[in-house]
């Protein structure tokens, strides 16, 4: 059978078909320009002729299954991945040690949350275009190759479609090696390509988290102002982030709430971070509503930080819902005037802040309510 790529009928069997090709090791994977063998296949249960990505050539496709259940592995039962569109064992994905993107971090990433589409057809990733726009900058910024956009959505959707909206699907590009230093000296025994992972996982929420101040030097807006092509990248080198999360834990802290240098606050200032600016979490935007009704949040144009969809959702949400905006420079005494906060990202949408630091904060399910409601209208209006 054939039908039109894009559709909601197409992508409702496109995702049917991946559930059971998850392991598939008899597709042939396009790997660096040039398509090749994949692992031997495992038992064959079933064959299927479907329409093709853009990638796969129109044939007939063999499929297989893992030879151990989902439920022996543990693994969620709508596990999906897929490398450069062809559906692959989200267990035993692989990048080669010799891709630069493994080694230095060189590569771009994406996390799109996963939410069911208003027509009753399969789930979709939100605002995917506006992922694939920030994916665009970052590879541009890092002079980086990036699939073609349509393939790049298409094998997001797919991934949406399997997984459901429980969970959310990350995009990782990387740069592969071959370059020297990277595996250069192996000639043609090379085998790093640069690949493309898309792959669903499920949401983890907290019901709230507590946050710890601490500076962060390293962060693009850590010196005060802009930097450029700095602003731009959502690259894989994120080893500075997860340490902040890390000490913040060993502290007794949920997570981590990173302050600049600069702004006005000499460098050699240690004991007290109170008039340092706020920027953000290390994989997260943060808001709060003042005393006085007011929805504040860092501006991440004026301090040189990477643009949060979901902290753009919620903008737009306070507008949709009459507060009032200051969206600017705030110093993190400036939460002793606050009623409420929230972290937002891709897998925590508006998580209740109760503490950062020594400062005590209350809840604001009203408002907060609101701000999510009007997140999903403006969700539903957006393909």
């Given at each position: 059978?054939?039908?039109?790529?894009?559709?909601?009928?197409?992508?409702?069997?496109?995702?049917?078909?991946?559930?059971?090709?998850?392991?598939?090791?008899?597709?042939?994977?396009?790997?660096?320009?040039?398509?090749?063998?994949?692992?031997?296949?495992?038992?064959?249960?079933?064959?299927?002729?479907?329409?093709?990505?853009?990638?796969?050539?129109?044939?007939?496709?063999?499929?297989?299954?893992?030879?151990?259940?989902?439920?022996?592995?543990?693994?969620?039962?709508?596990?999906?991945?897929?490398?450069?569109?062809?559906?692959?064992?989200?267990?035993?994905?692989?990048?080669?040690?010799?891709?630069?993107?493994?080694?230095?971090?060189?590569?771009?990433?994406?996390?799109?949350?996963?939410?069911?589409?208003?027509?009753?057809?399969?789930?979709?990733?939100?605002?995917?275009?506006?992922?694939?726009?920030?994916?665009?900058?970052?590879?541009?910024?890092?002079?980086?190759?990036?699939?073609?956009?349509?393939?790049?959505?298409?094998?997001?959707?797919?991934?949406?479609?399997?997984?459901?909206?429980?969970?959310?699907?990350?995009?990782?590009?990387?740069?592969?090696?071959?370059?020297?230093?990277?595996?250069?000296?192996?000639?043609?025994?090379?085998?790093?390509?640069?690949?493309?992972?898309?792959?669903?996982?499920?949401?983890?929420?907290?019901?709230?988290?507590?946050?710890?101040?601490?500076?962060?030097?390293?962060?693009?807006?850590?010196?005060?102002?802009?930097?450029?092509?700095?602003?731009?990248?959502?690259?894989?080198?994120?080893?500075?982030?997860?340490?902040?999360?890390?000490?913040?834990?060993?502290?007794?802290?949920?997570?981590?709430?990173?302050?600049?240098?600069?702004?006005?606050?000499?460098?050699?200032?240690?004991s007290d971070d109170k008039?340092?600016?706020?920027l953000d979490g290390p994989?997260?935007?943060?808001?709060?509503?003042?005393?006085?009704?007011?929805?504040?949040?860092?501006?991440?144009?004026?301090?040189?930080?990477?643009?949060?969809?979901?902290?753009?959702?919620?903008?737009?949400?306070?507008?949709?819902?009459?507060?009032?905006?200051?969206?600017?420079?705030?110093?993190?005494?400036?939460?002793?005037?606050?009623?409420?906060?929230?972290?937002?990202?891709?897998?925590?949408?508006?998580?209740?802040?109760?503490?950062?630091?020594?400062?005590?904060?209350?809840?604001?399910?009203?408002?907060?309510?609101?701000?999510?409601?009007?997140?999903?209208?403006?969700?539903?209006?957006?393909?």
């Open positions: 059978f054939m039908l039109k790529e894009g559709t909601s009928t197409m992508l409702a069997v496109r995702a049917a078909v991946a559930r059971t090709a998850l392991a598939s090791s008899s597709v042939r994977a396009w790997c660096g320009g040039e398509r090749r063998q994949a692992d031997p296949p495992l038992s064959v249960l079933t064959q299927v002729t479907v329409a093709p990505t853009l990638m796969v050539p129109r044939s007939r496709v063999v499929v297989t299954a893992p030879s151990r259940s989902l439920a022996t592995t543990g693994s969620h039962p709508h596990s999906f991945a897929s490398v450069n569109g062809v559906p692959a064992d989200p267990a035993t994905l692989a990048c080669s040690i010799w891709d630069v993107s493994f080694q230095r971090g060189d590569g771009v990433f994406e996390a799109v949350r996963v939410v069911e589409a208003v027509d009753g057809g399969p789930a979709k990733p939100r605002c995917v275009g506006l992922h694939l726009d920030r994916m665009e900058r970052s590879a541009a910024a890092l002079d980086l190759a990036l699939p073609p956009r349509d393939d790049l959505e298409q094998w997001l959707r797919e991934a949406a479609a399997v997984g459901g909206s429980t969970g959310y699907v990350r995009a990782i590009v990387t740069r592969g090696g071959g370059s020297d230093g990277y595996g250069h000296h192996l000639g043609d025994r090379l085998d790093a390509p640069a690949k493309t992972f898309v792959f669903w996982q499920p949401s983890m929420p907290q019901k709230s988290k507590t946050l710890m101040p601490m500076c962060a030097p390293w962060h693009p807006a850590g010196f005060g102002g802009p930097n450029g092509g700095w602003t731009t990248m959502k690259w894989l080198a994120y080893g500075a982030n997860v340490h902040s999360t890390r000490l913040a834990k060993q502290s007794g802290f949920d997570d981590a709430l990173l302050l600049a240098q600069g702004y006005g606050v000499p460098d050699d200032k240690k008039e340092r600016v706020i994989n997260f935007a943060v808001s709060w509503i003042r005393n006085d009704g007011v929805f504040c949040t860092p501006s991440w144009e004026r301090l040189g930080m990477l643009q949060s969809i979901t902290c753009t959702l919620t903008l737009a949400a306070a507008k949709r819902i009459n507060l009032t905006i200051n969206e600017g420079e705030h110093r993190l005494d400036d939460l002793h005037q606050a009623r409420s906060m929230w972290v937002q990202s891709t897998g925590n949408d508006l998580t209740p802040v109760t503490r950062v630091g020594d400062i005590e904060l209350g809840l604001d399910p009203t408002t907060r309510d609101k701000l999510l409601g009007a997140i999903d209208e403006i969700v539903a209006e957006t393909p």
